[in-house]
């Protein structure tokens, strides 16, 4: 006999008891970093994939993409006093624990974003409790961010650090700026390491009914030349935008938000 009452581990392959089973070969092997120990597959999560649609309209997704093992994206969507709030943030791959980074951000700064905190205030909080991640400067989780705020008369407030994007739909017009130098490095981040970063904000009225449209690089990388979605839901046309990054390579994470602007968006 392998277990023994009282045993905390398998004597035939010293897997501790009650481990996870592996979604591929069946092995209750899994690690707790979400490894199969026995086959190496990485498991499925949440994170995934995941899409979110508010009664409105507005649509979010994210997708691990075709290349990396983990999401390190997170989104948030919610309505709060007819307001549509978003906050997106992408974990800095050479930071540890990104994808904590960007997770806590995005819980932090919505819902401050909800409580009608100003902006800054907002990323500030977000800056704070992504820093506590850190054990020294050397262990720091790390992401980009950006936030938006749909207000009910069509009114955007915009926030963002790195080079996490949002565009007006249907011209596909930027209308934010990227933190990176020449290299294409970013200069901007929230984390321990990242002194005292401050947002750039933006509060804008579109002239007529759009959408707006908020994503990481895991979609704009794939944007020159691409012409958007012209009809469609919001998740229709969030998921059109998504086929398009991964039929292009899907090289990272990639998450997606559509917010219509002004009257609903058919």
């Known amino acids: 006999m392998s277990v023994m009452p009282g045993d905390s581990y398998c004597e035939a392959c010293g897997h501790p008891l009650g481990s996870p089973t592996c979604a591929s070969c069946g092995a209750a092997a899994v690690d707790a970093d979400g490894y199969c120990e026995r086959c190496g597959l990485r498991q499925p999560t949440g994170r995934d994939h995941a899409e979110l649609v508010l009664p409105g309209g507005a649509a979010a997704l994210t997708d691990k993409g075709l290349r990396r093992a983990r999401n390190e994206d997170a989104v948030t969507l919610l309505e709060a006093g007819g307001s549509v709030v978003t906050v997106v943030c992408d974990g800095v791959g050479s930071s540890p624990r990104a994808d904590e980074a960007s997770a806590v951000a995005v819980e932090t700064a919505a819902a ?49 650090a790195g080079d996490t994007r949002a565009y007006l739909l249907p011209g596909g017009e930027l209308l934010t700026e990227d933190d990176v130098v020449a290299t294409g490095e970013i200069t901007a981040w929230l984390g321990a390491d990242a002194d005292g970063a ?49 039929d292009s390579g899907g090289q990272d994470n990639v998450t997606i938000v559509v917010i219509p602007l002004g009257e609903a968006h058919e």
Not at 214 to 233: H, I, K, M, N, Q
């Open 112 to 160: 401050a974003l909800a409580r009608g905190l100003p902006e800054e205030e907002a990323f500030a909080l977000a800056g704070r409790a992504v820093a506590k991640l850190a054990t020294s400067l050397d262990d720091a989780p790390a992401c980009t961010y950006v936030s938006a705020v749909a207000e009910p008369g069509g009114r955007v407030r915009l926030a963002w």
């Open 198 to 246: 401050a947002p750039h904000v933006r509060t804008l009225t579109p002239p007529r009914p759009g959408l707006l449209l908020v994503c990481s690089d895991g979609l704009w990388r794939y944007l020159e030349g691409y012409a958007f979605p012209a009809s469609g839901t919001p998740v229709e046309m969030a998921r059109e935008m998504l086929r398009h990054a991964l």
